[in-house]
């Protein structure tokens, strides 16, 4: 079960490709300017994940005027998530947790998922500017979609 309301969500660094190369992006930095939605993803490339992260491309702007970072997390490598990025126009920040510590401190990891192996539930969390945990939802199945409407309402709370 996803970590709860409350809780002091886990710092992690992770790789991002940019133009520049592999990139570290850190939870702790990111919350230094605002708060954090981390949106966990089983897959890059499946269709679930894809209108999910093409939704939240769209409406960004939303997040922003609600001073919110979004940042996305998979097991996939830093340059699948680079590849899908391009080719469906995603803009958010992708981190790569390949090695799946980070899905593991969330408790968040979805087991076997059609057989290639342990991925991240599809899981979203908001975290505030100290670190804790405002808002965790662990979707029931990898193809339904967290509460976007109540991570936007707990965002405009803070």
Same mark, same amino acid.
């Not at 005027?65 to 990025?85: C, K, M, T, Y």
């Not at 193809?143 to 709370?157: G, N, Y």
């Given at each position: 079960?996803?970590?709860?309301?409350? !809780?002091?969500?886990?710092?992690?660094?992770?790789? %991002?490709? !940019?133009?520049?190369?592999? $990139?570290? $992006?850190? =939870?702790? +930095?990111? =919350?230094?300017?605002?708060?954090?939605?981390? =949106?966990?993803?089983?897959?890059?490339? @499946?269709?679930?994940? !894809?209108?999910?992260?093409?939704?939240? @491309? +769209?409406?960004?702007?939303?997040?922003?005027?609600?001073?919110?970072?979004?940042?996305?997390?998979?097991?996939?490598?830093?340059?699948?998530?680079?590849?899908?990025?391009?080719?469906?126009?995603?803009?958010?920040?992708? $981190?790569?947790?390949?090695?799946?510590?980070?899905?593991?401190?969330?408790?968040?990891?979805?087991?076997?998922?059609?057989?290639?192996?342990? %991925?991240?539930?599809? +899981?979203?969390?908001?975290?505030?500017?100290?670190?804790?945990?405002?808002?965790?939802?662990? !979707?029931? %199945?990898?193809?339904?979609?967290?509460?976007?409407?109540?991570?936007?309402?707990?965002? +405009?709370?803070?």
């Amino acid at each position: 079960m996803a970590l709860s309301v409350g !809780t002091q969500a886990p710092d992690f660094t992770l790789k %991002t490709k !940019t133009a520049e190369g592999l $990139v570290d $992006v850190s =939870l702790r +930095a990111s =919350l230094s300017s605002r708060p954090v939605v981390l =949106l966990f993803f089983p897959l890059a490339f @499946t269709s679930v994940c !894809t209108v999910e992260f093409c939704d939240v @491309t +769209a409406g960004l702007s939303r997040y922003e005027s609600l001073n919110a970072d979004v940042i996305g997390v998979s097991v996939d490598s830093p340059f699948a998530q680079e590849a899908w990025a391009k080719k469906e126009n995603i803009t958010i920040k992708l $981190v790569s947790d390949l090695n799946k510590e980070v899905i593991k401190a969330y408790d968040v990891v979805f087991p076997n998922l059609a057989g290639v192996g342990d %991925t991240a539930a599809r +899981a979203a969390f908001v975290i505030s500017k100290d670190g804790v945990i405002k808002y965790s939802e662990q !979707t029931p %199945t990898p193809k339904d979609l967290p509460s976007f409407q109540k991570i936007e309402e707990v965002l +405009a709370s803070l």
